[in-house]
């Protein structure tokens, strides 16, 4: 493929923001901003994300401009760690804008011990987390859901589920939209996508997803900490997957019927996958519909696999630790959602990228609202994470968002030339990381050089306004995908 | 090397993974338009393939006149058959390639797939003759 990157290069905005203006490139609608430090600006010379930035800068109907968070990198039409707004009702939405893994998120737990409390139980600990939590070539889940049962679920999400004695009541006020996304419809999921999703629920999968043990390594607002109910020594579990092949197959319907129907509204663009189509025509509302199923079943996927969490410690550590193991709160990073930011009601596109609401807004749990709302920010593999609270700043300067994780900065193909699966293990191992992975390649091609240094992302996000640091989280045991 | 690599190079299909930091960029290159949706399958099989399981086959049709849409369905399939059918994709027995899609046989095993591949994208997508022959790329979410 030949690079199409406008010549400009990004210009300094302040000491996080940077942007490419409007004029760089014919077709662009609104300008580039990307949130970033001078060393991370300049590893984006590496990849293409900022012509794929540049490209959704094109979408009609998008307003103010198209933002990329510090993990950005290069991703299949949108760049990865990409938000853009959509004006409604006639902007347009775009499946690739949120990704084949749609409402792929993270859910803390927090455990009710220390590590120092755990001692010697860490490996059982993580040994029975890997076997409660299917991952990798496992596909089938503990729950077999079809027809009016896998009905429910794309409906209403995680809480069908709590109908059926899966998880608690009070685990839906601390998702994301409370675990349910408006105006599901279970009928615009096809076929194909139920009989990829069937037997997935409660899955981790693969790839970059995983179920990680850690430790609250160091509290940095001890207001936020507290209302989250963390504490240093604390032992936390950390959830990351998405809707699984169900997710996948809508996203990969509904690029294909966008891609036809482009044409019908005038709409071009320069990359296939912008596919897109006024959020309020036919093709845009039937995306939208199937987009809010598979949000619904990636919030009960985690859900289903914190239920299983849960059931793993109170395997190992007692059934008065499985009853005092909280949610704390689950966040998506693909979705799109209708917001209202700068008077106006817009499609807000987050393709790799957090919503970050700041204290006070009503869509944050009671609990939270005096600290702003919980974002989790993975680390790679062997590296810490990072629990954050929005920001006022994000409503100011990037429609209520901020980072989603430390963002791939080297291919796969790249990270398996350096270090070998079982070198590895081995490191991480003398670390006192337990790992558990189904295969050496899939654990080597998720090292930790593989992705940029989340303290920088962190730092930028913080210093940029959009959210700060509440607590920094240690790896203790690791079950991959 | 398998044996069956070795014929589909002295056929003159091949297909390389290029550098891609976040996804699974292909790029084919065939003799035909139909040696390319061959090259496609070994491909995809070398991502997701051990070597057990038992023998299995696969009938597939798509419909469709563009070549390089046609080309992410084809993968689009494989990618299906992988995750409900368990499906190692391992040769075409045969493929029919006409105007408006095609037919073919996919022979494999039915094994337990490296669960890698979510999708075939349209990001970058090409299928176009070259240098006498054809060539595609094709970007896979990972």
Known sequence: MSSSTSELRPVRVDETLWEIPREARPGMRVPARVFADDELLQALAGDRSLEQLENVAMLPGIVEAALAMPDIHQGYGFPVGGVAATELPDGVVSPGGVG????????????????????????????????????GAGKHGRL????????????????????????????????????RLPDADPAAVSQRARERGAGQLGTVGS????????????????????????????????????????????????????DAAGGRYGIELPDRQLACAPASSPEGAAYLRAMAAAANF?????????????????????????QQTRQVYDVAHNVAKVERHGGRDVLVHRKGATRAFPAGSDEIPAAYRAVGQPVFIPGSMGTASYVLAGEPGSMERSFGTTCHGAGRALSRTGARKRIGGRELRRQLEAQGIVVRCPTDKGLAEEAPFAYKDVERVVDVVERAGLARRVARLVPLGVVKG | MARSV???????MTHRFLDHVGEVELELEAPSEAGIFEAALAAFGDLVGGDGGEPARHEVALAGSDRALLLVDWLAELVFLAEVEQFVPERLEALELGADGLRA????RRDEPRPLVKAATLNGLSFERRDGGWRAHVVLDV
């Open chain 1, 100 to 135: 084949y893994d749609i409402n792929c998120g993270v859910r803390l737990l927090a455990l009710p011990l220390s590590d120092a409390e755990l001692g010697a139980r860490r490996t059982p600990l993580v040994h029975e987390l890997s076997r409660a939590v299917p991952a």
């Open chain 1, 144 to 179: 077999e859901l079809a027809g009016t049962e896998l009905d429910a679920v794309l409906r209403d999400g995680p809480g069908a589920l709590v109908a059926r004695g899966v998880g608690r009541e009070e685990d839906l006020e601390r998702t994301e939209s409370n675990g």
């Open chain 1, 207 to 258: 790839g970059n997803h995983f179920v990680e043990l850690q430790r609250v390594e160091r509290v940095f607002d001890q207001a936020a900490a507290q209302a989250f109910g963390l504490a240093e020594g604390q032992l936390t579990v950390l959830i990351h997957s998405g809707s699984r092949g169900l997710g996948h197959q809508v996203c990969t319907d509904h690029v294909r019927a966008l």
């Open chain 1, 298 to 322: 990636a919030f009960a996927n985690r859900h289903a696999l914190a239920d299983a969490v849960r059931r793993a410690v109170g395997s190992v550590l007692g059934p008065a630790a499985e």
């Open chain 2, 6 to 12: 070795v014929e589909r190079r002295r056929r003159g």
């Open chain 2, 105 to 108: 046989a996919v022979a494999g």
